[in-house]
């Protein structure tokens, strides 16, 4: 491993120079998920550093995933998972949720949703189809006075649209941009007389497109209904 834990240069500050070559040496796989790494020690001596450098170095990769460092055990290469890239789009979003993210997270899926529920239609599992009509029916039975519920239910219905595209880059994508929807809805559409109605047509609709794997027809219905929440929003914004 000498090309890789070698001696340090001088054009930034140590601890950005180890963390950049452990970092490179982690995402060109010459470090590999569930790889020990040498001590402490070991790696001042192989980078010509101090401990302080050295313990800088490793505090940042650890806090960004990169390492994991368990007491008593040593230093392992972290193995990144789906929910880390989500959970840090996620801090993402909610502490720039505005109108202004609103909006473009609305044109966002005005580009996807459409193409995912055509995938989805193609691609759909039967135990998709299972938890898509049970999420319908249990929006259907939602008591009216429990919106939160309510949200939580419309936002599921997309979640698994997207989990029957059989592809975890969309869902990797997508389900941030779904934790908004809650909190959207709560802002805007929960008091517009008739949206629950409006919305549970339209998700029958697309549940039967996707049943019959009509493809085309699971992509109209998205437009549809995507089309109406950019009705609501400008009209919402027009009276704020």
């Known amino acids: 491993?000498?090309?890789?834990?070698?001696?340090?240069?001088?054009?930034?500050?140590?601890?950005?120079k180890i963390e950049r070559k452990i970092e490179e040496a982690i995402r060109t796989k010459k470090l590999i998920a569930g790889t020990k790494l040498p001590s402490e020690?070991?790696?001042?001596?192989?980078?010509?550093v101090s401990r302080t450098a050295l313990r800088e170095a490793l505090r940042?990769?650890?806090?960004?995933?990169?390492?994991?460092?368990?007491?008593?055990?040593?230093?392992?290469?972290?193995?990144?998972?789906?929910?880390?890239?989500?959970?840090?789009?996620?801090?993402?979003?909610?502490?720039?949720?505005?109108?202004?993210?609103?909006?473009?997270?609305?044109?966002?899926?005005?580009?996807?949703?459409?193409?995912?529920?055509?995938?989805?239609a193609?691609?759909?599992?039967?135990?998709?189809?299972?938890l898509l009509q049970a999420n319908i029916k249990e929006l259907e039975g939602c008591n009216p006075d429990n919106t939160?519920?309510?949200?939580?239910?419309?936002?599921?219905?997309?979640?698994?649209?997207?989990?029957a595209t059989g592809n975890p880059i969309v869902i990797i994508s997508m389900e941030p941009i779904y934790s908004l929807l809650p909190r959207m809805r709560n802002m805007i559409y929960a008091n517009?007389?008739?949206?629950?109605?409006?919305?549970?047509?339209?998700?029958k609709e697309i549940y039967k497109a996707v049943?019959?794997?009509?493809?085309?027809?699971?992509?109209?219905?998205?437009?549809e209904l995507l089309e109406r929440n950019m009705e609501v929003y400008d009209k919402y914004f027009k009276e704020v």
Not at 1 to 16: A, E, R
Not at 71 to 79: D, L, R, T
Not at 122 to 130: G, P, W
Request: glycine fraction near 6%.
């Open 148 to 163: 939160q519920l309510e949200v939580d239910l419309i936002n599921r219905f997309h979640m698994n649209m997207a989990k």
């Open 60 to 120: 940042r990769l650890s806090a960004r995933g990169l390492i994991e460092i368990k007491k008593g055990s040593g230093m392992y290469v972290s193995e990144l998972k789906i929910e880390d890239a989500i959970k840090s789009l996620n801090l993402y979003y909610d502490m720039k949720f505005d109108s202004s993210l609103i909006r473009q997270i609305i044109e966002v899926r005005r580009i996807f949703e459409p193409e995912i529920g055509r995938l989805a």
């Open 192 to 203: 517009i007389e008739g949206e629950k109605e409006y919305t549970l047509r339209l998700q």
């Open 211 to 223: 049943t019959e794997k009509d493809s085309e027809k699971s992509y109209q219905y998205t437009v």
């Open 1 to 16: 491993m000498d090309d890789i834990f070698g001696k340090i240069g001088t054009s930034q500050t140590l601890s950005q």
């Open 122 to 130: 193609v691609n759909r599992s039967e135990e998709d189809l299972k």
């Open 41 to 48: 020690k070991e790696l001042c001596e192989s980078f010509a």
